[in-house]
């Protein structure tokens, strides 16, 4: 019997899902709440919030939805997986309970140090006074990170002592972001880069690695933002997705990180069974957890999952329903997507300027702020807008497409990097 299936969310990430579920031959419809202009094209769209639990679970029961598929953490932390679940419908994402590797920096670093994952040193404050005497005692710069979900605004690497209490008195006696508690952590270097796995209980299926590019502006510069542009490499170069990560590394990380991690959730009575999404980073010491997110990564979903070669329905029901997974195929191709963000973002930023795609457009674009104007136009509606996606036997290949891609979207409100996947290229 062909599937109905919900994807929550309506960001590019969501539209890398509809995507790859659109492509398995047991789906034959598809919802997406909210969704997006681009979304509307391969989904019906839905207009209820993402942690809108009650109408979301409502909308569900209504439309025989057979599995429904999360994407953001904001509805993970609501608890919509317990609510689904205790409804008896089957639903792809953590539990509120295991969504803690991500909401709390705290957890997260209890749970490492227990199973002997590798990550910076770190020491957690709720005290002002006493946060800032331990960094008066380190060295610079140094990591101050809310404990809590701050979206993706609450880490700062302060290079020395007056930023350092800057972000303190932020965080501790302002309680910018909700209650105060930061973990203050020992300053990594080396290359990032984002490695995901489908999880449910003790499995792990880990997915083709992939880098970000969290900086605004080329050559790093700027503020962080949610992710500028990503790529994933094809397996010339070994089995991890990325050129200067090694096969040893992929399996270390594997093996070291994302496995122990998933055990000593299911040992602790709260399994996971989504995502789990490392951000890692490739030091001088071996490669250690930057952060770990509880869901797929945006932007780096839009890049893994055109790779995606099984049936993605099949594996999202196989963690729902905790049954075993199956295996997973992934295309041998090069893949890169470069943003482009409305002017001002990950500042302030104004909607609503007019998008046109020139005719004879051959790359794939994944939707992050989009709508329709009245008149029926495409319109940007966020501070990320769209994602090119350009897929190549090389790198240099979907670079160079990717690129070319770009020059054909017309909008006169929109930036974007021009060095992505440099690092590799
Ligand atoms: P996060 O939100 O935890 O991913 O942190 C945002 C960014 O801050 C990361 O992508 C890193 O570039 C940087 N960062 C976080 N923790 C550290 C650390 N311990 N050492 C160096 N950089 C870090
Ligand atoms: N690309 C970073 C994130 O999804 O959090």
């Known amino acids: 019997m062909k599937k109905t299936v919900l994807v929550v ?10 995507d790859a579920l659109s492509r398995s031959p047991q789906v034959s419809k598809i919802y997406c709440a909210p969704g997006n202009a681009g979304i509307a094209e391969q989904a019906e769209c839905v207009p209820l919030k993402d942690t809108d639990v009650d109408g979301l679970l409502a909308f569900a029961q209504q439309n025989a939805v057979d599995l429904t598929v999360v994407g953001p953490e904001a509805a993970l932390a609501e608890g ?7 409804a008896g419908l089957k639903i792809f994402g953590h539990t509120q309970a295991a969504t803690a590797i991500e909401s709390s920096k705290e957890f997260a ?3 490492m140090a227990g199973a002997g994952v590798p990550t910076a040193a770190y020491r957690s404050f709720t005290v002002y006074e006493e946060a800032l005497a331990y960094v008066r005692t380190g060295s610079f710069p140094t990591v101050i990170k809310y404990d809590g979900l701050a ?3 609450g880490v700062v690497v302060a290079p020395d002592l007056e930023a350092a209490e800057a972000a303190l008195r932020d965080m501790l ?6 209650e105060g508690k930061v973990v203050i952590e020992e300053f990594l270097t080396g290359p990032e880069f984002s490695l ?10 880990p997915m083709v690695a992939a880098q970000d590019h969290k900086r605004a502006f080329d050559g790093d510069a700027g503020p962080n933002t949610g992710g500028m542009g990503a790529y994933t490499e094809s397996f010339a170069t070994g089995k991890s997705g990325l050129s200067f990560i090694s096969d040893e590394e992929y399996d270390f990380a594997v093996d070291n990180i994302l496995q122990p991690v998933a055990d000593a959730m299911a040992d602790a009575g709260t399994p996971l069974s989504g995502v789990l999404y490392g951000g890692l980073m490739k030091t001088p010491a071996g490669i250690k957890v930057i952060e770990f997110n509880a869901r797929f990564g945006d932007p780096e979903t839009e890049v ?5 070669g099984s049936d993605i329905y099949s594996v999202f029901e196989a963690v729902a329903e905790g049954s075993t997974i199956p295996g997973i195929s992934w295309r041998d191709e090069s893949v890169m997507g470069v943003v482009m963000a409305s002017k001002g973002y990950p500042g302030s930023y104004s909607k609503g300027a007019p998008i046109a795609v020139a005719p004879g457009f051959s790359e794939s674009i994944c939707h992050m702020g989009t709508k329709r104007a009245a008149d029926g136009g495409l319109v940007t509606s966020g ?5 090119v996606v350009s897929s190549a036997p090389t790198m240099a290949e979907a670079s160079r497409r990717c690129y070319a891609g770009v020059s054909q979207v017309a909008c006169d409100n929109l930036f974007y990097r021009h060095d992505i996947a440099k690092y590799v290229l």
């Open 9 to 18: 969310g309506g960001g590019g990430r969501e539209h890398a899902i509809v």
């Open 80 to 86: 919509i997986v317990d609510r689904f679940r205790a």
């Open 109 to 111: 670093k209890r749970l």
């Open 151 to 153: 979206a993706g605004k």
């Open 173 to 178: 006696l302002d309680a910018r972001y909700g």
């Open 196 to 205: 995901m796995a489908f999880v449910s209980g003790r499995q792990v299926r």
């Open 304 to 308: 893994v999952l055109p790779r995606f």
């Open 383 to 387: 501070g990320r807008v769209l994602m």
